[in-house]
Nanobody
């Protein structure tokens, strides 16, 4: 079965950096999208970044230029490098995965059937 396991969360100072990892197993689709979402207390879960099997990426406006999504297919791992962190980035971060039939990666969380358990990021 499909498993996604996040790690790398923790505490950081404003202006600092963190790198999140998502180890993926049991997910064997030729055409896929992998994404990072986040959810702050009392707020909706929002998309942060997405990467397709073709390597194309998309970012939320709030993280453009600061966050970088990448994947290491040899290690079956998804990453999110977060730089210039601010307190507004404080949230639980989730990785998610889906298969696709086109080259379009969805932005809505409802279109991702596979999720990790989340890792907390706190910026002060």
């Amino acid at each position: 079965h499909v498993q996604l396991v996040e790690s790398g969360g923790g505490s950081a100072q404003a202006g600092g950096s963190l790198r999140l990892s998502c180890a993926v197993s049991g997910f064997n689709y030729r055409n896929y999208c992998m994404a990072w979402f986040r959810q702050a207390p009392g707020l909706e879960r929002e998309g942060v970044a997405v990467i397709g099997s073709d390597g194309r990426t998309k970012y939320a406006d709030s993280v453009k230029g600061r966050f970088t999504i990448s994947q290491d297919n040899a290690k079956n791992t998804l990453y999110l490098q977060m730089n210039s962190l601010s307190p507004e980035d404080t949230a639980m971060y989730f990785c998610a995965a889906t298969w696709v039939y086109t080259d379009r990666c969805p932005s809505s969380r409802s279109e991702y059937p596979y999720w990790g358990q989340g890792t907390q990021v706190t910026v002060s």
